[in-house]
C-alpha cells in the first residue's frame, strides 16, 4: 500500500474538494470521512478515483454483522484502497464486515485493505473510563482491540501515534498502525486529545498517518503537503 501521508478531504461539498485537488499535479492518498460522503455519497469516491488518487473511505461502521457485510459489499464496489470499520462492534462484525468486502470485490481486483478504529484520538483515558465504564487503562483498550481486530483477521487498526508501537510488538509489524491527530509542530490540537508531529509517528511506529488542516487549511497547500512529506519520509 502507497506510503504516502493521507491528506484528509474534511471539505463540506465536492466544489471546495476539487478546488483543492486542482492545486496538485500529482497523485494523491486521501480520506473520504463522513461529512463528505453524507454530502455527496459515492458519487464523489468514484469521481475522485477517476482523478488517480488512492483513497481511504473512513465511515466507521458498526452496526449488526449481516448489516455490516451487506454494507461493506457495496462499498466493496467503489474500488477505494482502504475502509474501516469499529473494533467495538466485536470479533463477529469485523469478520462479516470482511467477508462482504471480498465478496463485493470485482473479479481480478484487489480488495480494500481493512482497519478497525481501536479508541479515537478525541478520546481521554478519563473519558472513556467514566463514559464508556472501561475500567482498563486507555492503552489495555487499544491494544485489546488491536488483537481481537487481528483474530478476525483484518489488516490494521486505526490508533494514536502514542500506542502504535506497543500495537506493532503485539500485533507484528506488518499489521497496519494508521494514525490521525498529526499536526505541526506549533500546530493547534483542535478537538484531538492524543496527537503527534509527522515526523514523531514515523518514530513512534505508525505505519501510514492522516492530516488534515495542516495542509487543507493553509496557505500554500503544496507547499504544506511537500514539508509533511519530508517530515514523514525522513531518514
Not at 453524507?38 to 481511504?56: C, L, S, T
Not at 468486502?101 to 479508541?119: D, F, M, N
Amino acid at each position: 500500500m502507497d506510503n504516502k501521508p493521507i491528506i484528509a478531504l474534511d471539505f463540506p461539498g465536492e466544489k471546495e474538494v476539487f478546488q483543492f485537488l486542482s492545486e496538485f499535479d500529482e497523485p494523491l492518498f486521501v480520506k473520504v470521512g463522513m461529512e463528505l460522503y453524507m454530502q455527496e455519497g459515492p458519487d464523489i469516491v468514484r469521481k475522485i478515483k477517476e482523478e488517480g488518487h488512492a483513497i481511504f473511505l473512513d465511515l466507521k461502521l458498526h452496526d449488526i454483522p449481516n448489516t455490516v457485510k451487506s454494507a461493506m459489499k457495496g462499498l466493496a464496489r467503489l474500488g477505494v484502497d482502504l475502509v474501516n470499520v469499529h473494533a467495538a462492534g466485536g470479533k463477529q462484525m469485523m469478520e462479516a464486515a470482511l467477508e462482504g468486502l471480498e465478496a463485493g470485490t470485482p473479479a481480478g481486483k484487489s480488495r480494500a485493505a481493512l482497519i478497525a478504529v481501536t479508541q479515537l484520538t478525541s478520546t481521554t483515558e478519563e473519558q472513556m473510563q467514566r463514559e464508556q465504564h472501561i475500567e482498563l487503562r486507555l492503552i489495555e483498550s487499544v491494544l485489546h482491540y488491536a488483537q481481537l481486530t487481528k483474530q478476525a483477521g483484518l489488516n490494521g487498526v486505526v490508533c494514536s501515534v502514542h500506542e502504535a508501537r506497543a500495537i506493532a510488538e503485539t500485533c507484528g509489524e506488518e499489521f497496519l498502525r494508521v494514525t490521525p491527530g498529526i499536526r505541526m509542530s506549533g500546530g493547534a490540537a483542535h478537538d484531538q486529545k492524543r496527537i503527534a508531529t509527522p515526523d514523531g509517528a514515523r518514530r513512534d511506529g505508525s505505519s501510514l498517518i492522516v492530516v488534515g488542516r495542516a495542509i487543507t487549511g493553509a496557505v500554500d497547500k503544496r507547499a504544506a503537503y511537500k514539508e509533511v512529506c519530508e517530515l514523514w519520509e525522513e531518514k
